[in-house]
């Protein structure tokens, strides 16, 4: 099972968002139909460009608690000191794709971003 994991400021279109998420699918080679769901923030849950990404991309949106996104900060490749200070989390589309995809998850794609989001892929540990 294939993660998307995003993040993005408040406000950030959906469409800049579901540009980004293909754009990383293409890089890593991702077939339509392999990806089973955007992850994203809790905190996240009522910014209307997330829930139009989902709605454009034609996948489930699954929101990831701050302790599951903390607890996959080990295995992420990328970091911010700037979103960490602002919300405790250094990387956060790496945590959600990588808390989303399950406990032996990896990395796919490392971080990728626009001016107001960012993505990464994760693959479930049984995909590997």
Do not use: N, W, Y
């Not at 392999?34 to 709605?55: D, F, I, S």
Request: hydrophobic fraction near 50%; charge should be negative.
């Amino acid at each position: 099972m294939i993660a998307a994991g995003i993040g993005c400021r408040t406000g950030c279109a959906g469409d800049e968002i579901a540009t980004l998420v293909r754009a990383a699918f293409d890089e890593a080679a991702i077939q339509d139909g392999t990806v089973a769901v955007l992850a994203a923030p809790e905190r996240k849950r009522h910014e209307e460009g997330v829930h139009e990404a989902a709605r454009l991309l034609a996948l489930p949106l699954h929101f990831i608690d701050d302790a599951a996104m903390a607890a996959a900060q080990d295995r992420t490749l990328t970091r911010s000191a700037r979103v960490e200070a602002a919300v405790g989390i250094a990387s956060v589309a790496e945590a959600a794709a990588l808390a989303a995809a399950g406990p032996g998850s990896r990395l796919l794609l490392p971080r990728r971003s626009t001016p107001r989001a960012t993505c990464a892929l994760a693959i479930s540990g049984d995909s590997a």
